[in-house]
């Protein structure tokens, strides 16, 4: 297990997966360190990423925007990104931005990751 920055984003690898976990709250420090942990996994060629929402509590505006950055760094580097584990209220979030139209959500870690081995 890895983690980023002062514990912020906790990092696994699950049947050829990588999975991060934020803790806490998703705003504009533990987006930026989400984001630059999934750039850093991208640049080193692990491109089946799981965001795992378990360990996170609310988000606000910037962590919205970094989840934005992730996607697109994804993309760039023919990368694949699944959230899973999201509060209803962080998915009501995601839902009414129609951030919910660009990603796949999961209701957990283990189908978002039979989704990527698939893929």
Do not use: W
């Not at 942990?37 to 060629?45: D, I, N, V």
């Amino acid at each position: 297990m890895i983690s980023s920055p002062a514990e912020k984003v906790t990092i696994t690898e699950h049947d050829g997966n990588t999975v991060l976990r934020p803790h806490g709250y998703l705003n504009g420090p533990l987006g930026e360190a989400l984001d630059d942990a999934c750039g850093e996994l991208l640049r080193s060629g692990k491109n089946k990423i799981v965001i795992s929402f378990g360990d996170t509590e609310t988000m606000n505006t910037m962590g919205v925007a970094s989840l934005v950055s992730v996607l697109e760094k994804a993309g760039r580097h023919g990368g694949s990104v699944c959230f899973s584990n999201l509060a209803s209220a962080n998915r009501q979030v995601l839902d009414v931005l129609d951030l919910s139209r660009a990603v796949l959500i999961f209701d957990d870690e283990a189908a978002a990751c039979e989704h990527l081995q698939k893929a």
